[in-house]
């Protein structure tokens, strides 16, 4: 066998792993355990108790309850309290996907790999195939954040209801913890389960304190904050809490105008930088592939690779300048 046949045997194994490992890993290891929790409950009759292992004293259960990964070694590293740990569950988790960080960091860790093997492979540069497995890297981080920052808008929106709603309820003469299940119960997604994760984890153990902290970590707005903030002073200080919440919630509805206000101030600017960031590179691609001998001195020459590298960089920059004028803070 000569060495080009090694060198493509090689190359077609790594490629089979690449697409066949991550089905493995997030896809077909999860079902095998699923089924055979559900075949454990057909045994025994529907005991699905017994399935669950006993858990180890001092622990809470919903910390045992929450799997970050099917691999050891990485849940125990996500479950950490490290800022970069805390970042990507919460990002994670604000998608609304039914995904693990394990199963995104893998997925994230795959796409490098194959992005920068086929880049190599295609123009031999090390420092090109870098960059392209790295941006790929972070494409599904980046779907995560533009799906968690709509179901953040979405929640936004229903939040000054769930807050009504639990004061109409301590008006009523319902406990603070009736009225959250009553929000997890009446409001629908994703308010609900945002307030139905609140509501379960004071009910399994939690300190009420603890919970609240929680949820404004989870739910990074301000609005969440200033509800946090209410509550934990009410519940040392005393007072009325419903006057508490409907005040609050009028002022979460006046910003909410504001926001909504410098949003269409904002708009020709947010505009003009979308079509500025997207207009050179839909440009590149168009004259690469109608005029390529254009393109052949920059994708030939180590010189015209590392102009192509600072220009995207340089781009990537721009945007996020633009990004940063147009996104006003209120």
Request: net charge positive; hydrophobic share 50%.
């Amino acid at each position: 066998m000569g060495t080009a046949e090694l060198v493509a045997g090689v190359t077609f194994l790594v490629v089979v792993l690449i697409l066949i490992g991550p089905y493995l890993l997030i896809v077909a290891r999860p079902e095998a355990a699923r089924q055979k929790m559900l075949r454990h409950r057909i045994k025994t009759g529907g005991a699905a108790a017994s399935a669950v292992p006993p858990r180890k004293p001092g622990k809470g259960l919903l910390k045992d309850a929450e799997q970050l990964s099917v691999i050891g070694p990485l849940h125990r590293a996500l479950s950490g309290k490290g800022p970069v740990v805390v970042r990507i569950r919460n990002v994670v988790h604000m998608s609304g996907l039914k995904m693990t960080p394990g199963q995104v960091l893998l997925g994230s860790g795959c796409l490098a790999l194959l992005g920068y093997i086929l880049m190599v492979r295609w123009i031999p540069w090390i420092s090109l195939g870098v960059t392209v497995g790295v941006t790929l890297g972070f494409l599904p981080y980046a779907i995560l954040l533009v799906l968690g920052v709509r179901r953040l808008r979405k929640f936004e929106e229903q939040f000054p209801e769930a807050v009504d709603l639990i004061s109409r309820a301590l008006r009523a003469g319902h406990a603070f913890t009736t009225g959250l299940r009553m929000a997890a119960d009446e409001l629908p997604e994703p308010v609900a389960a945002e307030f139905k994760l609140l509501h379960d984890q004071q009910n399994y153990g939690l300190p009420m304190s603890n919970a609240l902290r929680a949820f404004a970590e989870r739910v990074p707005l301000i609005d969440a904050r200033f509800f946090v903030t209410a509550v934990l002073t009410q519940r040392e200080a005393g007072g009325n809490l419903a006057e508490v919440l409907d005040n609050l919630s009028a002022v979460i509805r006046e910003r909410f105008k504001i926001k909504r206000q410098l949003r269409v101030v904002s708009a020709h600017g947010r505009l003009t930088g979308a079509i500025l960031g997207a207009l050179p590179p839909t440009l590149g691609l168009y004259l690469l592939t109608t005029a390529p001998e254009h393109f052949a001195i920059l994708l030939e020459e180590p010189a015209g690779i590392r102009m192509i590298v600072i220009a995207a960089v340089l781009q990537l920059l721009g945007v996020f300048l633009i990004y940063k004028i147009t996104n006003v803070e209120y």
